[in-house]
């Protein structure tokens, strides 16, 4: 059987949506009711189905109306096609350039220290569009995933076709609170240290980059993520491994202090687009809000 013959056996759309709002319900005036529809218009839409297949998907029976076999599995094809259909119309509308919506993928740690305090002067400037902030770390399929932008530390692979604006590179040192530094007196080796899972190696890398492999804490401590460990240090419950930008608003209020210094780890935070962000004013807008708020 040829394609073009499988197209001509397909009911039309409306007779479709029609059929999956009565069934969906297990009644005809339920749907015209949704639809906006007489209930002789849903019956001649399901009748018109069912001659143009050839198989009966309701029976008819006390005035109400049972899902045949063929209609259950018509059923489920036809909600999931609406479904993708629907995701898909709101999407390509999401990411048209006239959209008033912009999806930006951010990486936890970060989205939570540095970027939501400062998304409110954003609205201030661009009260018109809608930011949609997805948080995730990680390679990223911006296609897939549907997102506009992604803001990464780039310390993995991605895509060739991908455009990289830089947005800084990052410095790390150990960080923890001056009455903790004091209490400990201004020893690292007698700290608690504090590690996350989703950098498990920060501490091991920093002490290899100032070519401190001998030291060794009083003791470790373990949290599932990056953001989990810094709000430890800043509660007084030992020192994490904390990098700029991430912990630059705490340090400038003091409420963290990095007695060490800081230094580089190597990485760039990068922001990551399917295209030059010219090419969308709304990526412009807020890529161009993103550099200068790091500048700053």
């Known amino acids: 059987m040829s394609n073009s013959h499988i197209k001509r056996r397909l009911p039309p759309l409306g007779a479709l949506t029609a059929f999956e709002a009565a069934a969906r319900h297990q009644s005809f005036s339920r749907a015209a009711q949704e639809l906006h529809l007489t209930h002789g218009a849903i019956s ?22 049972y899902l045949t076999s063929a209609g259950q599995r018509l059923l489920k094809t036809t909600s999931e ?9 709101e999407e390509i509308h ?17 989205a939570m220290r540095w970027l939501m305090p400062r998304l409110g002067t954003f609205r201030e400037l661009c009260p018109e569009l809608n930011i949609d902030l997805r948080m995730a770390g990680g390679p ?6 549907n997102c506009d932008i992604a803001i990464r530390r780039m310390d993995f692979g991605f895509h060739e076709d991908y455009q990289v604006t830089t947005l800084c590179a990052e410095s790390a040192g150990p960080v923890c609170s001056k009455v903790y530094w004091d209490g400990v007196q201004k020893d690292v080796n007698k700290a608690s240290w504090l590690h996350s899972r989703t950098r498990p190696n920060a501490w091991n890398d920093w002490k290899q980059v100032n070519g401190m492999e001998n030291l060794a804490p009083k003791n470790e401590q373990y949290f599932d993520h990056f953001f989990y460990a810094l709000q430890a240090a800043q509660e007084q419950l030992g020192m994490a491994i904390g990098s700029i930008p991430l912990v630059e608003d705490d340090l400038k209020a ?3 202090i990095a007695p060490l210094g800081m230094q580089s780890t190597g990485y760039d935070y990068a922001i990551l687009t399917l295209d030059d962000p010219k090419k969308d004013l709304r990526i412009e807008a807020f890529v161009n809000w993103l550099i200068g708020q790091i500048t700053r």
């Open 140 to 145: 990223i399929d911006l296609l897939s995933e």
């Open 254 to 256: 003091q409420r963290l």
């Open 44 to 65: 001649r839409a399901v009748s018109h189905i069912e001659d143009r297949i050839g198989v009966q998907l309701f029976v008819r029976r006390n005035r109400r109306v």
């Open 81 to 89: 096609t609406l479904d993708a259909l629907s995701h898909t119309v």
């Open 94 to 110: 999401r990411h048209d350039s006239s959209s008033p919506f912009l999806t930006v993928s951010c990486e936890p740690s970060l």
